[in-house]
């Protein structure tokens, strides 16, 4: 599986932008896709995740401004608005899928740079 994201750029607060994220290969079982972050000097956080059934979980941080999506080609969108200084980070596509062996797989994708400018 391999993983593309797309969409980060410069933008000023209260601003907005969107995230993609395509996945190529084949999906054993169920899966999760998500999207984390990490600020310069911080851990990578998860920003948000949602499963093939369509389940989403969100950190509290961004909760009411991010909507995590998607779509029936396993693309995964990241929809954040209302912008904030603390939002800019590497952000990195991430999916959890099955294997023939029944182990969990993770795969990343490349970061794609956020920055909100205050």
């Known amino acids: 599986v391999q993983l593309q994201a797309s969409g980060g750029g410069l933008v000023q607060a209260g601003g907005s932008l969107r995230l993609s994220c395509a996945a190529h290969?084949?999906?054993?079982?169920?899966?999760?896709l998500g999207w984390f972050r990490q600020a310069p000097g911080k851990q990578r956080e998860l920003v948000a995740s949602i499963t093939d059934g369509g389940i989403t979980l969100y950190a509290d941080s961004v909760k009411g401004r991010f909507t995590i999506s998607r779509d029936n080609t396993i693309t995964v969108y990241l929809q954040m608005s209302s912008l904030k200084h603390e939002d800019t980070g590497v952000y990195y596509c991430?999916?959890?899928?099955?294997?023939?062996?029944?182990?969990?797989?993770?795969?990343w994708g490349q970061g794609t740079q956020v920055t909100v400018s205050s």
């Open positions: 991430n999916a959890e899928t099955g294997s023939y062996t029944g182990a969990r797989k993770y795969y």
């Open positions: 290969g084949t999906f054993i079982g169920s899966y999760v």
